[in-house]
């Protein structure tokens, strides 16, 4: 037998897709997605690529089933040597045992099959190995697995029994008469049916007078779950004979297994069956995956908008507490007044003389210099009116985050942490206040740069023509009321109309909005900034765009290379 061209590249390329597929937001029906990756990634690497790549090698039956079915001893007695051992305490957690001819040995020893367990020879294997025994009671042509319980209380148990499942040419189901209705075993069989697997069945423990019933009764339920072509063997409840079935009881399925391994054609066409059931579900499978991905997209979406509502916000209250007036409060009021209403400002206007006179009797009486004063408390409002919408912003992006799904495994436990501006916001923002007034500064001065401008300008002092155009952005009388308005208008409007005679009025206002352009820009990249370190967490786990679009494509592919092989 050979595979058709391109199928095994076209497999891969779906497996690497599957493997790959975003799953890390905690979202429901995120855990279904990822067991189902799981399983398809599995069993493309354990069944699908081996057999794919070598049709005609050994075939492989895996012997599962219920706890306590009785699966190491019908191993034993169909092989008629003790090749594994029975447990004895439930739930065993040893590992599968494989049995192949010597002949076979090396398409079982390396990684072909089941590349992800480890083998051991000579002994019993350790968690996440394989023990190899080679037989000479096999015939070529046939391996057999002896596999845990797939109902085991141990969830590894039961993981390890459905992966080795997935990657059998051949599934012998053994169960027993007390058992054969449970409902673990028979969500198996149904997912053998969905993918095609070739299935026996081999109903064990009997007893005598009840074979007839119990038989026809499981073969009245394999019917119903459209599994009636799986052959179904009968084992009743005897004495062991040094540990092993009576001959009579295990040789009609010693036969139909060493049939098969003799017969090419049978061979094959358990293999073919097996093989096209197996590819053929992988669409629906992979349809939960791609399922699973859009949901994560979603829930990304929903989480990322979210974050950029409660930063807008923030960028819209600083816009708000910038433009309304309300930074003219408080302090900066009384130093505004101070600056311009009580006349220290205007009395430099008379001249050098009153400039130096009053840079003297300040350097004598320990006088702060009125402009300084009051770029200081711009400074403060500013930085505390950027702290309180950052604080803002982060605290309403979390409490958003826990409502929206995915958000609360996001967060991580990390809610104190983000629930409010990082630990370096505080330099950041007194840093950008500072170099903003600084750059206020520097636009007075090239402004003032022309002969006449310039002797009016140093008539007086860059840093209160600044602190004027600073006052001047703030100046919205919007939040005032009462003795604040008619300080706060009175005293800009003269601030400003002499800054207007000295550069224009039109240089005064493209100075104004130049400023607030500048500081609005500064506040932007703060707020940038902050949101980054929600955006981090989501930029780990959120599916690229077009991820879900990848994963159809794959499955697309790996449909064509079949037709075309067909």
């Not at 279904?32 to 794919?52: E, K, N």
């Not at 629906?284 to 994560?296: I, L």
Request: hydrophobic share 45%; proline share 5%; charged share 25%.
């Amino acid at each position: 037998m050979t595979s058709p061209p391109g199928l095994p590249d076209a497999l891969q390329q779906l497996r690497d897709q599957v493997a790959s597929a975003p799953l890390g937001l905690a979202v429901p029906g995120r855990d279904t997605a990822a067991r189902t990756a799981r399983s398809v990634v599995d069993q493309v690497d354990d069944y699908l690529l081996p057999r794919l790549r070598d049709l005609d090698a050994p075939l492989l039956t895996v012997v599962g089933g219920s706890t306590g079915a009785g699966k190491s001893t019908l191993v034993n007695s169909v092989l008629g040597a003790r090749v594994t051992t029975p447990g004895v305490l439930r739930p065993t957690t040893r590992a599968p045992v494989l049995v192949c001819a010597p002949a076979d040995r090396a398409a079982f020893a390396g990684d072909r099959v089941l590349p992800g367990l480890t083998r051991t020879t000579g002994g019993e294997a350790g968690p996440g190995g394989l023990q190899l025994v080679v037989s000479e009671s096999l015939p070529a042509g046939l391996a057999l697995v002896d596999a845990p319980d797939v109902d085991s209380v141990v969830e590894a148990n039961r993981d390890l029994a459905g992966q080795l499942l997935a990657a059998a040419d051949l599934w012998v189901f053994v169960t027993t008469a007390a058992r054969y209705a449970d409902a673990v075993p028979w969500d198996l069989l149904r997912t053998a049916q969905e993918r095609g697997t070739a299935l026996a069945i081999v109903l064990d423990r009997v007893p005598p007078e009840a074979v007839v019933e119990v038989a026809d009764d499981l073969a009245g339920m394999l019917r119903r779950a459209r599994l009636e072509s799986a052959r179904l063997f009968v084992v009743e409840e005897r004495p062991l004979a040094d540990g092993f079935l009576p001959e009579e009881q295990v040789a009609p399925l010693r036969e139909w297994l060493h049939a098969l391994a003799a017969d090419a054609e049978q061979r094959a066409a358990v293999i073919r069956q097996t093989l096209a059931g197996a590819l053929e579900s992988l669409h629906d499978r992979v349809d939960v995956v791609v399922a699973g991905v859009v949901d994560q997209a979603a829930a990304a979406e929903a989480l990322q908008a979210a974050a950029d509502a409660s930063y807008a916000r923030a960028r819209a209250a600083i816009d708000e507490g910038v433009g309304n007036g309300s930074l003219l409060r408080g302090e900066v009021l009384a130093r505004w007044q101070e600056f311009v209403g009580t006349g220290e400002w205007m009395r430099t206007l008379q001249g050098h003389v009153g400039r130096l006179r009053d840079r003297v009797t300040a350097a004598f009486t320990g006088r702060s210099n009125p402009a300084d004063d009051l770029a200081g408390a711009l400074e403060s409002g500013v930085e505390l009116l950027l702290r309180a919408e950052a604080d803002r912003a982060a605290e309403k992006t979390v409490t958003s985050w826990r409502t929206l799904p995915g958000g609360i495994d996001l967060l991580d436990g990390r809610e104190t942490e983000l629930d409010g501006v990082s630990p370096s916001f505080a330099g950041a923002s007194a840093d950008e206040v500072r170099d903003w007034q600084g750059a206020v500064l520097e636009l007075v001065r090239n402004e003032g740069a022309g002969k006449r401008s310039r002797a009016r300008l140093l008539s007086w002092g860059v840093n209160g023509a600044g602190a004027v155009v600073m006052v001047a952005v703030f100046a919205s009388t919007a939040g005032l009321s009462g003795a604040e308005l008619a300080v706060a208008g009175g005293t800009t409007a003269v601030g400003q109309r002499v800054l207007e005679a000295v550069f224009g009025d039109a240089a005064v206002r493209e100075l104004a909005a130049r400023a607030r352009a500048d500081l609005d820009a500064r506040a932007d990249r703060l707020l940038r900034a902050e949101q980054r370190r929600f955006d981090a967490l989501l930029a780990d786990v959120a599916p690229a765009p077009g991820a879900d679009v990848e994963l159809r494509s794959a499955a697309q592919a790996l449909a064509a290379a079949r037709g075309a092989g067909a």
